[in-house]
């Protein structure tokens, strides 16, 4: 047997099983919350190392579980959080915490629906983890200013980063993946995915405000509940100014460098912490034992160690589903039902393209709720590809379905999405502490409801065309615009 072979992971049903076992037990697990979830995912690997060099069966070796480790998205979020650690130490959050609540001073939700819409924007044109990244800490700080409770407002925060990033091509790794594969461009996904997105926030933004009322009234807040905080290192808000500013134009312009995301994050932290170190030591002469600054502060305090721990072990689980072809299979199996569909039920062209849609889109919210949406979408890709090619009709609509329902289905579990486990991590650092159960119990009505805005959606788009549907939804949101407006005016004149 040569060396590559015996890497090589069996694929037999039983592998399969054996994987799938692992994943369910792990998310049962997880759910109860019995044990810190590194120690079980922890577990879950040391139970899937143990069968492959005990058992005939090779789930993943050692050499394959390096090469499931996605070094962009744990290097990514290891910059980010450095750079949001150094942006910490100018002041700002607190300031734009206090410029927030001194516009809504007295209106409590409509300072936190602020955030909840700027999340989604940002997540757009970014990406939903850097977003979380950056917006979490000024969120908890209004959490604490507001005394608000964490659950209603940390919830639809990172429901809104999930949902704002299916909007564009850069907002969540599955659409670069889709768009890759399908040849889609970044005004494709705008034009097609920005109508639904928005309805989905409209939705989204009534039922959490509507929830956030019933827990704390619109209240002025007193003098002394709204300090006047202030930037305390101008100088080197500046250079995080400069430096962030560049961070982002590297995210926006991957495309063109080819450059992955994790590189300007990288090329980014490593300069706001020299820039940090050089400003501290030009005005201090430190002993070794006092040099407890930048660097080793960041890394010891600001990283969250934890949270990429969590990723790296999953991501080892989720390699051991793509390797023994766990995935490949649940992917076949859609193809297959599709076309049992179309032949059980005699349908037409777009009927078949309208079943293929649905079955894309909740397949794919299913399975991304229990695990990373990357792998899945990797192995959907071609088989979405093959389906397009055989059906007859407009079967673009296939590669939207694939993208709504692999990006909104990670609102369904903590374990769905990274902005999940990335925002839950960061909260619990602070003593904001959101169980399993907790987030379960809003996510999955959340993504049913966005799983079926995207289903309609679908709908439009097959039975009167997409340009139709893009204009009955904007109808929709104007509507909804006029009727919040309406109820502002009479409440403030009440």
């Given amino acids: 047997m040569d060396h590559a072979a015996a890497l090589a992971s069996t694929t037999d049903p039983t592998s399969q099983a054996l994987v799938a076992l692992l994943l369910a037990a792990l998310f049962i697990v997880l759910a109860f919350e019995k044990a810190h979830r590194v120690l079980v995912v922890l577990t879950a690997v040391a139970v899937l190392w143990t069968i492959t060099y005990l058992t005939p069966w090779r789930l993943l070796t050692f050499e394959a579980a390096a090469r499931a480790l996605d070094l962009n998205v744990l290097l990514l979020l290891a910059a980010m959080m450095a750079l949001v650690g150094v942006l910490k130490e100018t002041g700002v959050f607190a300031w734009a915490v206090d410029r927030i609540v001194a516009a809504f001073g007295d209106r409590p939700v409509a300072a936190i629906a602020i955030l909840w819409w700027f999340t989604a924007i940002a997540s757009a044109f970014v990406d939903n983890v850097t977003t979380v990244i950056f917006v979490t800490p000024i969120v908890l700080a209004t959490i604490k200013r507001l005394n608000a409770p964490p659950l209603p407002v940390l919830l639809p925060m990172i429901m809104a980063a999930n949902i704002g990033g299916t909007a564009t091509l850069i907002g969540d ?262 169980t399993f159960g907790e987030f379960a119990r809003t996510g999955v009505r959340i993504t049913l409801f966005t799983l079926i805005v995207s289903t309609v959606f679908l709908a439009a788009f097959v039975l009167i065309g997409d340009t139709t549907a893009r204009n009955g939804g904007l109808v929709i949101l104007g509507v909804a615009a006029i009727v919040a407006a309406v109820r502002r005016q009479v409440a403030r004149r009440g």
């Fill in 173 to 434: 790794p599955p659409n670069i993946m889709i768009g890759s594969g399908a040849g889609l461009t970044f005004l494709d996904f705008l034009a097609h995915l920005t109508v639904p997105v928005a309805l989905m926030m409209v939705g989204l933004h009534w039922w959490g405000a509507h929830r956030l009322r019933r827990l704390m009234p619109d209240t002025p807040l007193t003098v002394d509940a709204v300090p006047d905080a202030s930037v305390t290192d101008p100088g080197l808000l500046k250079w995080m100014t400069l430096i962030s500013g560049l961070v982002l134009v590297g995210f926006l312009t991957h495309g063109a460098t080819g450059m992955p995301a994790a590189v300007p994050a990288v090329l980014g932290a490593a300069a706001a912490l020299l820039v940090q170190d050089i400003r501290y030591l030009s005005s201090n002469r430190p002993s070794h034992e006092e040099r407890r600054h930048g660097i080793l502060h960041v890394l010891e305090r600001e990283i969250e160690w934890p949270t990429l721990t969590f990723f790296a072990f999953l991501f080892i689980l989720v390699g051991a589903a793509v390797e023994t072809g766990l995935i490949a299979t649940f992917a076949h199996w859609l193809e297959s039902g599709i076309l049992a569909g179309r032949d059980a039920f005699g349908l037409g062209e777009k009927g078949t393209i309208l079943l293929a849609a649905i079955l894309v889109l909740w397949v794919a919210g299913a399975l991304s709720a229990l695990m990373d949406n990357i792998p899945f979408v990797a192995v959907s890709i071609p088989v979405i590809g093959a389906i397009v090619a055989t059906l007859p009709g407009d079967t673009g609509v296939l590669w939207w379905a694939l993208s709504l329902g692999a990006c909104l289905g990670g609102n369904g579990s903590p374990i769905g999405a990274s902005a999940n486990v990335t925002t839950l991590g960061l909260a619990e650092r602070e003593g904001r502490r959101i």
